[in-house]
């Protein structure tokens, strides 16, 4: 993984080396256990944040972007570092969709149920972080990216 940190740059949307990468990120997450040591559990989960999460991009279908991060979710629940990085990720995919709805001339009810998709994961997981401020400053974000959908909602449903 630091070797692919290290060589790759750019993202990529492969779905081979996405479920490779998948892989080696379970097999380090799984490796973590009660007698884990701080450090190792940070190191993985910046190899994990910045060689998978970040690694991986779908481009324009956030759709299929938001069910990736979802199943990162799903796979490295135990490292608060990712999850904390799933929920910007999540903010960030909403943002796009804002700036895209906004783009194309109106929000319209797909977007609306994306917006509170998009929503719903990081309000469901943002409980699940141990620090409170960590946990405080992602309501503040997920509130402030939720926000401009109602605003938008109220401009074109009006």
Not at 73 to 86: E, G
Not at 102 to 108: E, I, L
Not at 144 to 158: A, N
């Amino acid at each position: 993984m630091e070797a692919y940190v290290h060589e790759h740059h750019e993202p990529t949307c492969d779905p081979v080396i996405t479920h490779s990468l998948m892989r080696v990120c379970r097999l380090m997450h799984d490796s973590i256990n009660a007698l884990s040591v701080d450090d190792q559990v940070r190191a993985i989960g910046s190899l994990i944040s910045n060689g998978l999460i970040r690694a991986v991009s779908f481009g324009s279908d956030l759709e299929q972007q938001l069910a990736f991060v979802a199943e990162c979710r799903a796979a490295f629940y135990n490292i608060d570092p990712v999850m904390q990085h799933l929920v910007h990720s999540v903010n960030h995919i909403a943002a796009q969709l804002h700036q895209t709805a906004t783009q194309s001339g109106g929000h319209t009810r797909r977007t609306a149920s994306f917006a509170r998709a998009c929503a719903a994961f990081a309000f469901i997981t943002i409980p699940s972080l141990n620090g409170v401020f960590h946990r405080l400053s992602l309501y503040l974000e997920s509130g402030q990216v939720t926000s401009l959908f109602i605003e938008l909602q109220k401009l074109t449903f009006c």
